[in-house]
């Protein structure tokens, strides 16, 4: 079985950082596309930032600047690192892979997701 695992949430005042960590384990060929989803209560979930296995990221523009998404191939880690955080990045945060299993089929994990709070 393949997992992601997230850790790295918490309370953090306005202007602050973080930063989130999403380890993927088990049994896969190759890991190949990883990205950060976020959702806050009563709203959908949004694309954050995604990393190719090659290192090619992609923003929302709301995060831009502020940001930061990077990846540790040989830990098969994925981090998220965020400053000058806002109320309005409060949500809980998913990580999300695509894979290939050991048939080569392309498949998708989403984290169990943790939480990020931005308040006073």
């Known amino acids: 079985q393949v997992q992601l695992v997230e850790s790295g949430g918490g309370l953090v005042q306005p202007g602050g950082s973080l930063r989130l960590s999403c380890t993927a384990s088990?049994?896969?060929?190759?890991?190949?596309?990883m990205g950060w989803y976020r959702q806050a209560p009563g709203d959908q979930r949004e694309l954050v930032a995604t990393i190719t296995r090659g290192g090619s990221t992609n923003y929302a523009d709301s995060v831009k600047g502020r940001f930061t998404i990077s990846r540790d191939n040989a830990k098969n880690t994925v981090y998220l690192q965020m400053n000058s955080l806002k109320p309005e990045d409060t949500a809980v945060y998913y990580c999300?892979?695509?894979?290939?299993?050991?048939?080569?089929?392309?498949?998708?994990?989403w984290g169990q997701g943790t939480l990020v709070t931005v308040s006073s």
């Open positions: 088990g049994s896969f060929f190759s890991i190949n596309d």
């Open positions: 999300n892979a695509g894979y290939r299993d050991y048939s080569l089929r392309r498949l998708e994990l």
